[in-house]
């Protein structure tokens, strides 16, 4: 029951939303809690045994922190004992805090990540010839691991840091993880975001519903019209990598880039949309990537969530550890203020980049993503200095359009590039068809008509064209601040209904589902 | 919500409805619109009525295994190829209960690798909401054929439509990339029997009485894939064919009769054949129809004339090969 599915649309979420607007106040969110049970049932059955399991685990160890601090101040400590007993009730909470994240981790690894491990771990004792291999492992992922696993550990953090209150209604704190339009693909949402407006049981509102009704258009727009459309070629190219170079293997980069973005950007309107219904304000998780000028300011605007949770959860923490900070300290006594501060926050920006990559997946493609990503970062970080210094001496502004133009193009270079490696079926593959585009690499391909042979048509071509030209000027309009929903909401009826209409039939028409094609799955709802 | 809300929505989906209605009738199909306007399988749905001897029927294993005019060419047999990527039981058996209003074959082969493809029960009812969409908004089913679209189609509005014959090779998925498969020999013979699970299982045993309702031979067939097929799988499909009183064709216990040569004949480092294997495929199955089969050969009787003159364009596009 993906969100682009008739049985989501026109069937689960209508029932939904009749049911919370009939229920009363107080019983809402307990309508939103049993769809996103039922939606969960139905992609994972069983496996809800695990979401259960975290929602309990954090509900309790949440409680347990709060418990801990209430103790700690209402007993008294003698003077001379005090800061022992605090350094204690300290390491107590430190402790259930790692409990708690090690509970929620341990059936990620556990589930996600055993196989992968195992596989390589057998590859080194064959190598040894150790005589005896581990058992080859493979388990059932329940929909949305990824993504509520770093809800729930973004919870008890904020719980121990108090940042938040530890929640005693463990049915708000179930229907913060499990909260059915942001299961299958994020965006991943901080407790403090989310949580309280879940179970605020506000009617439904007519602004809010033809408001998300029509962000869920524009979702159905890109997913349908342009990802499911791309999927056709993407998935010849990548699927035979071996008989493909040159051009078509650039093509396929970067169609997949548009394909990827279309989909999972796509599939976030969709969501936003339908908490918008309900009067939830989901987070953003993208802001006109493809704007940006450097990949550290791309990452900032592409799957924004998962990019603040690292640097919130991951980069910080590091930062602050002992070792980090004296490293930092001999290193800017040593290379300078800019290198030492750049070499230090490397250890910090290396655990980013290295769970960005293992949390997208489980193969040596998605490490050297992260890597990837690791090193161009470090080197433009290293390098910005210098750049400064050329262009300054060159006298070149850079905030015309030319060196904007030049930024880009390098941007989309490096993104299209990474995306290769992310979409190979392996790191082998990936490193084939990146050498395959400099050896494979003929002009006729672009002239012979070897393009539309790859599973598009040149009505396929123009419409996937015509997608890119709205997202396009969309996205042009959003980055000037403009709300388009707030200009055709003053149009006249007329005007406004006609637009809404001529939406509806595109992604009816241009879509790209039914009889002939591949049903096309949600990228991202796979990692 | 206020009254005039609810007025205004009413109005709008009202609106709405009526434009879809109307939308529908612009891009309902009146005649034959170029090769890939059905995609493959549904195309038997507009073959002259009972002209079909056999049906191939099953995921890409089948459409990429049997080709129908390879086995007209060399025996004068009607069939039709209605495999579709990722089919499950389910759509199969939709298909051919559908085709089976308009065509009585005699001889049914279903391609095994659905059957370990486990789906749900909400996947049924998706389908079913799919069906019903179509039947009220026909744009929903036909909407793809914008790509075709010419305003004399406009002339056609309110006209009946015409329901004629398209070409797409019978639905036979032709490819003639060579990938070969080069892991050597795959067949290991075990005890193991792969568990059909019971969505799939359910619909075999539609599948089946189906076939016995209407009298038509229904046989079990593996074509030639290492990647997908294993010895568990033949266990399991062999146990049901034995349950059933069904006839199982495992190919890949076959290989060096119909001559597979690995090097050539897949187009997908061994998941699927190419044109040089479905050619071989196509070969047997044909041998297997005139030897257990009582059909009939064709090629001389003017009412299948289409098909001699679909076997030339056939031709050409396999000949460049």
């Avoid at chain 1, 103790?71 to 259930?96: C, G, M, T």
């Avoid at chain 1, 790692?98 to 057998?122: A, H, R």
């Avoid at chain 2, 799988?233 to 119909?258: R, S, V």
Wanted: aromatic fraction near 16%.
């Amino acid at each position: 029951m993906a969100y682009n599915s008739l049985l989501y649309l026109f069937i689960f979420l209508p029932v939904v939303l009749l049911a919370y607007q009939l229920a009363p106040k107080n019983f809402r969110y307990k309508v939103l809690l049993s769809a996103s049970y039922v939606f969960f049932l139905s992609f994972s059955g069983k496996l809800l045994v695990y979401l259960l399991f975290s929602t309990l685990s954090i509900h309790h160890i949440g409680l347990w922190l709060t418990s801990c601090k209430k103790d700690f101040l209402s007993a008294s400590h003698a003077p001379e004992n005090k800061k022992a007993e605090k350094a204690a009730y300290e390491a107590k909470r430190r402790r259930i805090l790692w409990l708690g994240i090690g509970l929620q981790l341990s059936i990620l690894l556990i589930l996600k990540y055993s196989g992968f491990l195992f596989e390589n771990f057998n590859l080194v004792l064959k190598a040894i010839s150790f005589p005896r291999l581990l058992p080859a492992m493979k388990f059932a992922l329940p929909i949305g691991i990824s993504f509520y696993t770093l809800q729930a550990i973004s919870y008890l953090i904020d719980v121990y840091y108090e940042k938040i209150e530890a929640d005693d209604n463990l049915g708000r704190l179930a229907l913060y993880l499990a909260f059915f339009p942001t299961l299958l693909e994020g965006p991943i949402c901080r407790y403090s975001q989310t949580a309280e407006a879940l179970c605020q049981g506000k009617p439904l509102e007519y602004k809010n519903v033809t408001y998300g009704l029509q962000r869920m258009i524009w979702g159905l727009f890109k997913k349908l019209v342009i990802a499911d459309r791309l999927n056709l070629l993407v998935e010849t190219i990548f699927d035979t990598p071996n008989h493909y170079g040159g051009i078509i293997v650039i093509a396929g980069a970067v169609l997949y880039t548009f394909q990827l973005y279309a989909d999972f950007s796509g599939c976030i309107d969709m969501t936003i949309g339908t908490g918008e219904m309900f009067g939830v304000t989901i987070p953003e998780n993208f802001r006109q990537p493809f704007f940006s000028k450097t990949a550290s300011e791309f990452w900032r605007r592409w799957h924004i969530t998962l990019g603040a949770w690292l640097k919130d959860y991951i980069f910080y923490p590091i930062s602050l550890t002992k070792f980090v900070k004296n490293l930092g300290k001999r290193s800017r006594a040593k290379f300078g203020k800019h290198f030492g501060q750049i070499l230090s926050s490397s250890v910090a920006l290396f655990g980013v980049w290295i769970l960005n990559g293992l949390w997208h997946g489980t193969g040596w493609n998605y490490i050297f993503f992260g890597m990837y990503y690791f090193v161009l970062i470090l080197i433009g970080n290293l390098l910005e200095p210098a750049v400064e210094r050329i262009t300054s001496s060159l006298r070149i502004d850079r905030t015309n359009s030319l060196y904007r133009g030049f930024q880009t193009v390098k941007l989309l270079i490096i993104v299209f590039t990474g995306e290769l490696f992310f979409r190979a079926n392996n790191l082998t593959a990936g490193m084939n068809m990146f050498r395959s585009i400099f050896t494979g690499f003929h002009w006729s391909a672009v002239t012979d008509g070897s393009l539309l042979k790859l599973g598009l048509t040149l009505p396929d071509f123009i419409a996937v064209f015509f997608g890119f030209i709205a997202v396009y000027t969309v996205g042009v309009i959003h980055e000037r601040g403009i709300s388009i929903r707030e200009r055709i909401a003053g149009w006249n009826v007329f005007a406004r209904w006609s637009f809404l209409y001529v939406a509806i039939l595109l992604v009816i028409v241009l879509g790209a589902y039914g009889d002939g094609y591949l049903p096309a799955k949600l990228i991202y709802a796979g990692f | 919500m206020k009254n005039k809300n609810r007025i205004k929505s009413i109005s709008f989906l009202t609106g709405l409805f009526l434009l879809l209605y109307i939308a529908s009738y612009l891009l309902i199909p009146y005649n034959n619109m170029g090769d890939s306007l059905y995609k493959k399988a549904n195309g038997i749905l507009k073959e002259p009525k009972n002209t079909i001897d056999y049906v191939a029927i099953g995921d890409s294993e089948c459409s990429a295994s049997i080709s129908p005019m390879e086995v007209w060419n060399d025996y004068g047999y009607t069939g039709y190829n209605c495999g579709v990527p990722s089919q499950q039981l389910q759509d199969t058996y939709y298909l051919l209960e559908r085709l089976l209003k308009n065509q009585h074959p005699k001889v049914v082969f279903l391609e095994t690798n659905a059957f370990y493809r486990d789906f749900k029960y909400i996947n049924t009812l998706e389908t079913s909401i799919e069906e019903t969409v179509k039947k009220i908004f026909p744009i929903y089913k036909y909407h793809d054929n914008w790509k075709y679209f010419h305003f004399y189609m406009l002339k056609a509005l309110g006209h009946k439509i015409k329901q004629e014959q398209i070409t797409v090779y019978k639905g036979y998925q032709y490819s003639a990339i060579v990938n070969p498969y080069k892991r050597g020999p795959y067949v290991t013979e075990t005890d193991d029997v792969y568990v059909i699970d019971e969505q799939p299982l359910l619909y075999l045993n539609k599948i089946a009485s189906l076939c016995k309702d209407k009298d038509i031979q229904l046989i079990l067939y593996s074509a030639p894939s290492p990647k997908c097929w294993s010895y568990a799988k033949h266990n399991a499909a062999a146990a049901f064919a034995n349950e059933n009183q069904l006839t199982y064709i495992d190919l890949n216990l076959d290989i060096d009769t119909l001559g597979i040569d690995w090097a050539k004949d897949s187009r997908d480092d061994g998941d699927h054949l190419n044109y040089f294997g479905a050619k071989k495929v196509s070969d047997y199955m044909g041998n297997y129809l005139s030897e257990h089969a009582d059909l009939t050969d064709h090629r001389k009787d003017d009412l299948f004339a289409g098909w001699n003159k679909e076997l030339k364009n056939y031709l050409k596009l396999t000949e460049q090969n």
